[in-house]
């Protein structure tokens, strides 16, 4: 099946700095989705980014299909962005329609 | 505006019972998904349904889960006999109708976590 490797695993920063949050996926993908999930367990939709660049504040995401990566990055940091950020994508040739997760990135963002 | 709403939102059974997890889609959306999230795991698909169909049940444990999505009313997720091992949060997403399901993005709920004692 398609294999969704998130890195790095763990990262920690301190307020107002900037991070790059990667996700490798192994096949063509039709639907990419990032996620935060907040530390009350809350999954916060970030960005629907099947290929392309796009901005919402201090985040914004690409995805380069034709290379099946995807980045997140985080500028300014602040302590409300703890938590853990997923990438999720859908195989382009799949007969059904699941979401396929990472593992996952845990942030924690100190003041 | 209502997103997807879930219920409860924590569910504490012991061991043996039924566990029902409920779900309403966002307005509009006629297809529904299940996930299970595991302790300090990602979420795992379960099901995917639209209205009074299931369409990929692949990732169902065989036994004891069921999942339905009736003409009128929300999505249930059941859980029969429920052990230990089944304690986890469970997430339900909509998309909207049209189109070709997988397209189009999926709007999560907040989860229900459940608890085995």
């Known amino acids: 099946g398609i294999q969704v490797e998130q890195s790095p695993p763990d990262l920690i920063l301190q307020e107002g700095a900037n991070s790059t949050l990667r996700c490798n996926f192994s096949?063509?993908?039709?639907?990419l989705q990032w996620f935060h999930q907040n530390p009350w367990g809350q999954l916060i939709n970030l960005f629907y980014?099947?290929?392309g660049t796009k901005q919402n504040g201090r985040l914004s995401a690409t995805t380069v299909a034709t290379e099946r990566y995807s980045l997140l990055y985080i500028s300014s940091s602040q302590t409300t962005d703890s938590g853990v950020y997923f990438c999720?994508?859908?195989?382009?040739?799949?007969?059904?329609?699941?979401?396929?997760f990472g593992e996952g990135t845990q942030l924690t963002v100190n003041p | 505006n209502a997103g997807v709403m879930q219920n409860p939102r924590h569910l504490v059974r012991r061991r043996g019972q039924e566990a029902r997890l409920r779900c309403s889609p966002m307005?509009?959306?006629?297809?529904v998904y299940w996930y299970r999230q595991l302790p300090e795991e990602g979420l795992k698909f379960m099901v995917y349904?639209?209205?009074?169909?299931?369409?990929?049940e692949s990732g169902m444990p065989k036994e004891r889960f069921s999942a339905e999505f009736p003409k009128e009313g929300p999505s249930i997720l059941r859980i029969q006999q429920v052990v230990r091992g089944d304690s986890a949060a469970y997430f339900c997403?909509?998309?909207?109708?049209?189109?070709?399901?997988?397209?189009?993005?999926?709007?999560f709920g907040d989860g229900t976590r459940l608890s085995i004692l």
């Open positions: 980014i099947p290929s």
């Open positions: 307005k509009g959306h006629s297809h």
């Open positions: 096949d063509s993908v039709n639907n």
């Open positions: 999720a994508v859908r195989l382009r040739e799949t007969s059904g329609s699941r979401l396929t």
């Open positions: 997403a909509s998309s909207p109708s049209g189109g070709i399901g997988g397209n189009q993005p999926q709007h």
């Open positions: 349904l639209q209205k009074e169909n299931i369409i990929d």
